[in-house]
C-alpha cells in the first residue's frame, strides 16, 4: 500500500473548520484514499473514503488533488469531540486485506 | 450499518494468568478478523489475522503460543494472552472487514485495555 505523510499535530479552535493534509505521492490508479479516526482510549472509526472526486457525507468532506498526490480531509465546524488522531490511509479497491496505521495526526479542538 | 462488539473493554489480570478477549459480529458475517495492539501515544499495530475455520497468521514478532487466536464460527473471534507479563499490557483492537459495495469497510471493535500487574 502506498505510504501517507502527515503532520504530527494540529489545532483547531472550536466551531471553525479543521482542515487536516495528507500526502500520498505514490498513489496508484487503483487505491482509494480512507480516513479513520481514533478518539483516545476508543476504537477508529471510518470517516470517508475516495477515489478521485471530492467527497461529502454527515461527518466530513475528502478534497482530492487532481493529480491524486494529496488530499484534504475537512471537518467543517469542529466540535471539542471532534479531538482525536486522524489517520489517512491509502488501498486497493477491493482489498479486504489489514489496513496499515501511519502515526497519524493529532487533532486538538480549543474551545 | 456494521457493528463488532468487544469484550471486555479493560481488564487487570496477575502474572502468570490467561486473559480472553472476545470479538463478535453482530449484523454481519466476519470470516476474517484483524487483531490489532496499540501502544501508549503509538499507533495501531497488526498482530494477527484469524480467518473462519483455519489457523490464524501472525506477524514476525508476534509470539503464537503466547496470543492463542480461535476464530471457530463467522460471527465470533477470539484472542487468548496465555501467561501473561507486564510487558503485554496495551491495547487491543479488534477489527473486521465488511463487503459495501465494490470496496471493504473495516468495522473495530471498542478495545480492550490490557493491565498485568
Known amino acids: 500500500d502506498a505510504k501517507t505523510t502527515q503532520p504530527t499535530s494540529m489545532d483547531c479552535a472550536e466551531g471553525r473548520a479543521a482542515n487536516l493534509p495528507c500526502n500520498h505521492s505514490t498513489i496508484s490508479g487503483n487505491e482509494y484514499v480512507y480516513w479513520y479516526r481514533q478518539i483516545h482510549s476508543q476504537g477508529p472509526q471510518y470517516i470517508i473514503h475516495g477515489l478521485k472526486n471530492n467527497e461529502t457525507n454527515e461527518m466530513a468532506s475528502l478534497i482530492i488533488t487532481e493529480d491524486r498526490k494529496s488530499s484534504t480531509l475537512i471537518l467543517p465546524h469542529a466540535t471539542l469531540r471532534d479531538t482525536a488522531v486522524y489517520y489517512c490511509i491509502v488501498r486497493p479497491g477491493g482489498s479486504q486485506g489489514n489496513l496499515i496505521f501511519g502515526k497519524g495526526t493529532k487533532l486538538s479542538v480549543k474551545p | 450499518g456494521a457493528v463488532v462488539s468487544q ?70 473471534s477470539t484472542l487468548t494472552v496465555t501467561s501473561a507479563h507486564p510487558e503485554d499490557s496495551s491495547f487491543y483492537i479488534c477489527s473486521a472487514p465488511s463487503r459495501t459495495g465494490y470496496n471493504y469497510g473495516y468495522t473495530f471493535g471498542s478495545g480492550t485495555r490490557l493491565t498485568v500487574v
Not at chain 2, 22 to 30: I, N, P, V
Not at chain 2, 48 to 68: C, I, M, P, R, W
Open chain 2, 7 to 76: 469484550h471486555p473493554s479493560r481488564v487487570i489480570c496477575k502474572s502468570g494468568t490467561s486473559v480472553k478477549i472476545e470479538c463478535r459480529s453482530l449484523d454481519f458475517q466476519a470470516t476474517t478478523m484483524f487483531w490489532y495492539r496499540q501502544f501508549p501515544k503509538k499507533s495501531l499495530m497488526l498482530m494477527a489475522t484469524s480467518n473462519e475455520g483455519s489457523k490464524a497468521t501472525y506477524e514476525q514478532g508476534v509470539e503464537k503460543d503466547k496470543f492463542l487466536i480461535n476464530h471457530a464460527s463467522l460471527t465470533l
